[in-house]
Nanobody, 115 residues
């Protein structure tokens, strides 16, 4: 059974930075995609950034230039470096791994941006 475990969330002041990590336990058959999503209270879950195992990245417009996604294929890990954080970035952040047979979600990690 594959599990994704996120870490790195917490409280940060506006303008600050956080680095989220997500590690998969177990192997995922033909893993090809990793992504970071977030969900704020009362809002739908939204895709922020994605990266393929080949390294192709995509970002949602509101985080371009501030967030950077990266991955370690050998360790089945994905990271999200977040800088210049704003109060509107506060949400629960989820990682998502996709293989050709199944996709997996982490349990979420809370990010709070407040002074």
């Amino acid at each position: 059974q594959v599990q994704l475990v996120e870490s790195g969330g917490g409280l940060v002041q506006p303008g600050g930075s956080l680095r989220l990590s997500c590690a998969a336990s177990g192997s995922i058959f033909s893993l090809y995609y990793m992504g970071w999503y977030r969900q704020a209270p009362g809002k739908q879950r939204e895709l922020l950034a994605s990266i393929t195992t080949g390294g192709t990245t995509n970002y949602e417009d509101s985080v371009k230039g501030r967030f950077t996604i990266s991955r370690d294929n050998a360790r089945n890990m994905v990271f999200l470096q977040m800088t210049s954080l704003k109060p509107e970035d506060a949400a629960v952040y989820y990682c998502n791994f996709r293989g050709v047979l199944a996709q997996y979600w982490g349990q979420g990690t809370q990010v709070t941006v407040s002074s």
